[in-house]
Structure formats: structure tokens, C-alpha cells
């Protein structure tokens, strides 16, 4: 490749040719770069503004307003993790402090009724001073002994909620309710402001939407600032940050500080949304969910917190048992058109999913004849009242009509599948076909069995799969853009 | 503090038994930590995935009351079948979720690690349920097999326990400072590169030292179900933070240190436990944990590595 001018490197100069190669996807996103500031904020403005102008419905709005709570939870979570680099796993453990000082401080637990604009401020400054506090002791250490510590301290606060119902202190005789237990805090106060009290979902989906903004610009200016290019500086190399005379421990427990502040913040505005708080609510599964939100999004990229919320929230909502589309369950189309997509994506030449496909098809099609000669009433029989994939798939796969077999055999077979996709990575590529071919047979008989009967397990086994193949295969995640590494 | 006495040898005995059980956990922490630099986070899980091997096994030798084959060898073979297990699911956790990362930033495997340990949950919350599984232990060995020492009772389970933590750790030692193998991981501990420019197949190394501290970890997971009798798929968070613990309080890469860790903190916590209040049994790891990290980062054990550039 030709330099061009003196001064300019090879990167630079190659500019056309990379954004030739650029996807669809990737053009879309720069062409909306390319447009005007304004027209940029409008856009992604009005539509969230209009929203309870548009539906009525209190689902859609709630969900709605989940995508905002997580946006600003996955921003703040962003400022730890992608600029500053620390790995922080008690976040979560911020948001429920949030929570539960907010439910403290405004129930009838101890009668006591803060102010919202006082408690809500106060329960960001707490958030901020226990991560400071956590900070102090393992930030000076490895990123390893932070990851732990924190997930430590997340594990330790589900277990201090759930036992701090009977709470003695010593020297005194009294037991004390001070979490509630599993049982929680109900009957909090709703959020209220020089006497306008937000008590309807739509309230709460503008305040959350407007918290979201506030997070966004505050992030973004604080990136642009001089402390984003210090946090830079020290995810990129900490020991030459330091040589520049950046103080890095001390900004390292900024960071840190600033994203407990931010999920404190939102935990006291989730409490008086939900109206109460429970142990369950800030347990791992919400750690993991914010992780996959920010991996997925792309750690660092701002925009990509949003899409990673709103991908991995609005998603299972979307999916979800009953929705339909021509009698088809939505989830069966995703299945199995989301398989084949993956595969046309994955199989390299295009050709060879010819041959797979029809393997697939014929050597189903046969083994249920098989299943059906041998036990003709075992097997689930196709009906005309169900949808047409569930009747295709019927003639196709033998699914035992016994329910607890069905259930056993899928459960085996899942492990199968793991197995098998495990094996697929370290077999050699021209090897691959047959097991290949094995694996998604296996796999359209665990989903007919096992996926679709528990989705909201499936729904986090791919969570929990997705962070790793991500992490493997495309760091920058869906939205990110790929950092040139100078080694 | 008459009362303190009196309890103080049961106590011991049975911060025995859980500190054994921790030290197998920390081993694999600790090797994988000495050979890779890596914290898996997945181990704790590999543990839990070891007990339900060992259920399942149970479940297929003991159908209803009493077992097909003599209970010795029952315990036997689900010990194997889950060493076994366990060692090849760590195996596909080193292939699958951190070989391409080795020379990534240090964030990523542990990202990686987290979706596994969260994969792995939910493979056994979706194939087993969200319910506690019972090993009937009893079926075994009968609970009335115990040495009675008058202020304690030892019981068979627990002997059993204990016997094969201390063999395993036995062999360990044994296979760290006496085989060739053993020799391998100590150079890719301290120096991945010049181990390769050595000879050594680094990979191999690595694949093996997963393996055997996986094998470790499913091994205490069957133990752990052996005494406690109740397992599910929850189990292996909580183990992974004490076996963590453990490894850290002994000096991290260690593997006496795993062991005397492991010990020091079953001690302190059913000491804790025993003495204080059974509700903040899991908050006292973190505490060591976090006291540990304050005044001796370094561990028990450890030796302060200096820091290269």
C-alpha cells in the first residue's frame, strides 16, 4: 500500500480500502456519525420523549424504562471496567446499598421519610464513600485481587440483607429488623419533588429517561476531560501513566468511586420505583446481566452501552413465550433462523452448507421414520393445529411423547451438545462436517425439549456463553471498534 | 468459656474436615494462578459440577436402598468418575474460554471465566432443577461407624474426608518436586518463555495443571457431598470465594501454602461459626480475605515476587 504524503502512515493511508471492506452495518453507523450534531441528539431524542405519547401500554413503557435503569447502570459500570480497567464485581452490591438506604430511609420500617431530593443525593455519596473504603485496601493490589475482593463484598451484602432481620447489637437486649430479610422492604415512598409525587409508570420512565441523558453527557464530558485521558493513560499502561506523573491510585479510587456513586444513585430511584427492595434483586445474575450489557456494547464505547442494554433487555421481553407471529412462536423462528444465520456467517466456503443442510434434513427425516417404525406411539405426533415449523420439526425429530423422558433425553443431550461444541473448536477444519452435522441435530432436539420449556434459564446459559465467545472472538464488542494494539 | 472448652475439640475436628475441603479447592486456584498468572473463575463451579457427578453416580449405584457394588467401592468410583469428569471439564474450560486469551489484556479471561462460571450454573440449574439434591450418605457408611474420643467424635465420614485430602495433597507434592512433569510446570510458573525455549510443551503443561486442579476441585466437591450431604447448583460461588481465600492466605501460586491456607481457614470460620453465629458464616472468608490483603498480601507462605518491568 502506497503512502500517499510524507508524515502520514500506512494506517492512515488505508483508510478507503478499510472502509470498503466495512459492512453494512458498520456503514449504517458511520453515516449516522457523519451527521449533524443536532440532527444526531434529535434523532435519538424525540422517539424516547414520544414513547408514552405512542402507547398507553404500562408493559412497554416499563420495559422501556429497564432499558434506561440499565443503560445508566452499564454507563456507570463502563467507567470502572472500560476506562479506568478495573474489573468490579460487587457493583451490584452499590446499586442494592443505593436500594436499601433509600428503603431505610423512606418507609415505615423505621417511620422514618427523607426528603427525595436529600436521600437520593445522600445514598450516591454513600455508594461512593463504601467504594472508596473497598477501594482502599485491594486497588493498591493486582486487577486480580479487585475482581475478587469486590465479588467478595457483593456475595457479602445478598447475605447481610437476607440475615439482617434479627440484628442484635452488643450490649443491648433488643432485635432489630433492619433489612427485613428475604422478605424485604415494602411500601417505600414514591419519589417526590416540591410536592409533584411520581406515581405512575410514565412518571418514572421520564425520570429515569432523564437520569439517563444527565449519566450520558456527564460520561461523555468526563471522557473528553482531562481525568478521562489520565484513565486512559492508566488502563494503557499504568507504570508509564505513572512516569508522566499521573497519580494512579488516587484516580484509580476516583473511578471507581464515581461508578458506585452513579449505581447508588440508581438503586435509591429503582427502590421508589419498585416501591420495595429484596435480597434477590442485587444478586449475581444482575452482575452478569450488566456485564453482558457492557461486553456486548463494547467496553469504553458510550453509544454501545445503550445498545447493550437495550439488546439484552428488550430481547428475552421480545422473545418471550406467546408471541407470535402467523401462529409461529417468535422464539422457534429466532432458534432456528438465528442457527442458520450463524452458520452462514460461520461456514466458510458458502458451499458447504448445501451439503450439511441436506444432511441434516434427510438424516432427520430418516431417523424419525426409524423412531416412528419401531415405537409408532411414543413419539409426539404432528397435529395440523400447530404452527408450521413445530410440524415440520415433528416429522423431523422423534420427540418422545412421555414428558419426563422427553425431559431426561434432552437433558443428556444438552450435555452432548456442549460437549460436541467444546470438541468442534479443537478438531481441525476439514474434520468438522460430520460432528457438525451431529451437534445441530442434537441441538433442535435440546431446544424442542429443554430451551424453550425453561426460558429464563436459557436466557442466562446464553448470557453466561455469550461473554465468553465475545471475549474470545470480538473483544470490541458488537458496536466497539477494533483498537489498534501496538505490541 | 467453660462452654468453650468443652466445645473446643469438636470444633477442631470439624474445621478439620472443612479445611481440608478448602485446600483441595485452593489448590486448583493456586496452580493455575502459578502457572498462568490467571485467576479462574470458573473453579468454584468445577467443584459444584464434581458434586453432581458424584450424585449422579450415587443415584445410578444405589438405586433405591442398597447399593449394587460393595459401598467402598461405590465411594471409589465416584470419586474417580468425578476426578475424571471435573479434569476434563477443566480441560475444555482452558481450550474454550482462555487459550486465545493468554496475551490479552488481563481484564478479558477474567470475563471469559465469569460467563463460563455463569454457563456452568445454569447447565445444572437446567438440567438438574433449582433443587437441593440429598447424598445418602448413611446408605454408605452407616453413622454409627465413629471413633469416640470422649470431648470428640470422629466420624468414618469424616476420617474418610480427611484420608483422601491428605493423600491427594500427598501426591501432589509427590508430582510437583519429583516428576518430570512436576518440573515442566515449575518452569512455566516462573518463566512461560524460557520454559518454552527449553523444551517444554507449554501447552501440554497448562492443559495437564487444569486438569489436575479441576480434578482436585471435583474431588472435594464429592467430599463436600459426602458430609454434608446436600449439593446444588448454587454451591460452587461461595466454595470459589473460601477457596480463593484460602489460596490467597497462603501466598497465591503456592502449593503448600494452598494447603495450610485451606486448614487456617476452615478453622477460623467453623471456629467462628461454632462461637459466634452460624448467620454470618460466609461474611467471615471475606473478612480474612479482606484482612489478609491489608496486612500480608503476600500470604503466609509467600514470597514477595518483585514487580518486572
Redesign the interface.
Known amino acids: 500500500m502506497s503512502v500517499d504524503k510524507f508524515g502520514q502512515d500506512e494506517w492512515v493511508s488505508q483508510v478507503g480500502t478499510r472502509r470498503r471492506d466495512e459492512t453494512r452495518l458498520q456503514l449504517f453507523i458511520r453515516r449516522l456519525r457523519e451527521l449533524p450534531r443536532l440532527v444526531q441528539i434529535g434523532l435519538l431524542i424525540a422517539l424516547p420523549l414520544a414513547l408514552p405519547l405512542l402507547t398507553a401500554n404500562d408493559y412497554v413503557l416499563r420495559v422501556a424504562g429497564l432499558i434506561c435503569l440499565y443503560s445508566v447502570l452499564a454507563l456507570g459500570l463502563n467507567i470502572v471496567?472500560g476506562f479506568v480497567?478495573?474489573?468490579d464485581?460487587g457493583y451490584v452490591a452499590f446499586f442494592g446499598m443505593g436500594g436499601y438506604g433509600y428503603a431505610l430511609l423512606s418507609s415505615a420500617q423505621f417511620n422514618i421519610h427523607v426528603p427525595t431530593l436529600i436521600s437520593v443525593p445522600l445514598m450516591g455519596l454513600l455508594a461512593a464513600g463504601m467504594g472508596i473504603l473497598l477501594g482502599l485496601?485491594?486497588l493498591r493490589?493486582?486487577?486480580?485481587?479487585l475482581?475478587?475482593?469486590t465479588?467478595?463484598?457483593g456475595?457479602?451484602f445478598v447475605?447481610?440483607t437476607t440475615?439482617m432481620n434479627r440484628v442484635q447489637f452488643p450490649g443491648s437486649d433488643q432485635v432489630i429488623n433492619l433489612t427485613g430479610g428475604p422478605n424485604g422492604i415494602p411500601d417505600l415512598d414514591r419519589l417526590h419533588v416540591f410536592g409533584l409525587s411520581a406515581s405512575s409508570v410514565t412518571a418514572y420512565y421520564y425520570v429515569l429517561l432523564a437520569s439517563l441523558v444527565i449519566v450520558l453527557i456527564f460520561v461523555y464530558r468526563l471522557n473528553q476531560s482531562r481525568l478521562g485521558r489520565a484513565w486512559r493513560a492508566i488502563r494503557e499502561d499504568s507504570?508509564a501513566a505513572e512516569a508522566m506523573g499521573i497519580p494512579t491510585n488516587r484516580l484509580r479510587l476516583l473511578g471507581f468511586a464515581i461508578g458506585a456513586g452513579i449505581a447508588g444513585i440508581m438503586g435509591a430511584i429503582f427502590a421508589a420505583w419498585q416501591q420495595s427492595v429484596f435480597p434477590g434483586n442485587f444478586d449475581?445474575t444482575l452482575l452478569?446481566t450488566l456485564?453482558a450489557m457492557v461486553?456486548l456494547g463494547g467496553v469504553g464505547s458510550l453509544y454501545g452501552m445503550v445498545l447493550g442494554a437495550f439488546v439484552i433487555t428488550a430481547l428475552p421481553e421480545v422473545l418471550r413465550p406467546g408471541t407470535q407471529i402467523a401462529g409461529m412462536e417468535l422464539a422457534q423462528i429466532a432458534f432456528y433462523g438465528g442457527t442458520l444465520a450463524l452458520l452462514t456467517i460461520l461456514i466458510r466456503p458458502r458451499w458447504r452448507l448445501v451439503p450439511i443442510l441436506a444432511a441434516l434434513a434427510v438424516g432427520g427425516v430418516i431417523i424419525h421414520a426409524v423412531f416412528a417404525g419401531l415405537a409408532p406411539d411414543a413419539l409426539l405426533v404432528p397435529d395440523e393445529k400447530l404452527s408450521l415449523i413445530s410440524n415440520l420439526v415433528q416429522h423431523w425429530l422423534p420427540i418422545p411423547l412421555n414428558v419426563p423422558l422427553a425431559t431426561n433425553l434432552g437433558?443428556l443431550a444438552?450435555?452432548a451438545v456442549?460437549?460436541l461444541l467444546?470438541l468442534l473448536?479443537?478438531v481441525p477444519k476439514n474434520a468438522r462436517i460430520f460432528p457438525l452435522i451431529v451437534t445441530l441435530y442434537l441441538l433442535a432436539f435440546v431446544w424442542e425439549t429443554?430451551?424453550s420449556k425453561?426460558p429464563s434459564?436459557?436466557n442466562?446459559?446464553l448470557?453466561?456463553?455469550?461473554?465468553?465467545i465475545l471475549?474470545?472472538?470480538r473483544?470490541q464488542g458488537l458496536f466497539g471498534q477494533r483498537r489498534v494494539e501496538i505490541a | 468459656m467453660q462452654l468453650f472448652l468443652a466445645q473446643l475439640p469438636q470444633q477442631l475436628v470439624n474445621g478439620l474436615t472443612l479445611g481440608a475441603v478448602y485446600a483441595l479447592i485452593a489448590l486448583g486456584y493456586s496452580m493455575v494462578y502459578g502457572v498462568l498468572g490467571l485467576l479462574n473463575f470458573a473453579h468454584g463451579d468445577v467443584y459444584m459440577v464434581g458434586a453432581f457427578i458424584g450424585y449422579g453416580v450415587f443415584s445410578v449405584l444405589v438405586p433405591v436402598s442398597t447399593p449394587l457394588i460393595p459401598a467402598a467401592l461405590v465411594i471409589a468410583v465416584m470419586l474417580l468418575i468425578a476426578m475424571l469428569g471435573t479434569g476434563l471439564l477443566g480441560v475444555g474450560i482452558e481450550w474454550i474460554a482462555y487459550r486465545r486469551l493468554r496475551n490479552a489484556p488481563r481484564i478479558a479471561p477474567l470475563i471469559s471465566g465469569l460467563g463460563v462460571s455463569f454457563f456452568l450454573q445454569n447447565a445444572i440449574l437446567l438440567t438438574q432443577s433449582a433443587k437441593y439434591r440429598t447424598y445418602r450418605t448413611e446408605l454408605l457408611i452407616p453413622s454409627s461407624w465413629r471413633l469416640d474420643f470422649g470431648v470428640a467424635q470422629l466420624s468414618a465420614t469424616r476420617i474418610l474426608v480427611i484420608a483422601v485430602a491428605v493423600l491427594l495433597m500427598i501426591g501432589l507434592t509427590w508430582l510437583v518436586q519429583r516428576t518430570r512433569l512436576g518440573r515442566a510446570m515449575r518452569a512455566v510458573s516462573i518463566d512461560r518463555e524460557a520454559a518454552a525455549m527449553m523444551g517444554v510443551d507449554v501447552d501440554r503443561v497448562i492443559l495437564l495443571t487444569f486438569f489436575i486442579g479441576s480434578a482436585l476441585a471435583g474431588t472435594a466437591g464429592v467430599l463436600v457431598g459426602l458430609v454434608f450431604n446436600q449439593v446444588w447448583h448454587f454451591m460452587g460461588f461461595t466454595a470459589g470465594l473460601k477457596g480463593f481465600t484460602a489460596a490467597v492466605l497462603g501466598g497465591i501460586g503456592n502449593i503448600p501454602g494452598a494447603m495450610l491456607g485451606g486448614l487456617v481457614l476452615g478453622m477460623v470460620e467453623t471456629l467462628a461459626v461454632g462461637f459466634i453465629s452460624s448467620t454470618y458464616k460466609d461474611v467471615i472468608a471475606f473478612v480474612v480475605l479482606v484482612l489478609v490483603l491489608l496486612i500480608k498480601p503476600s500470604g503466609l507462605l509467600g514470597t514477595r515476587a518483585p514487580q518486572k518491568v
Not at chain 1, 141 to 145: A, H, P, T
Not at chain 1, 463 to 468: C, E, H, K, N, P
Request: net charge negative.
Open positions: 471496567v480497567g478495573l474489573l464485581l485496601p485491594s493490589l493486582s486487577g486480580d485481587y475482581a475478587i475482593v465479588l467478595g463484598f456475595q457479602v447475605q447481610l440475615a507504570l449475581v452478569i456485564y461486553v437433558n444438552f450435555f456442549v460437549i467444546v473448536t479443537q429443554r430451551l425453561e434459564t436459557t442466562l446459559l448470557t453466561g456463553a455469550m461473554l465468553v471475549m474470545n472472538y473483544p
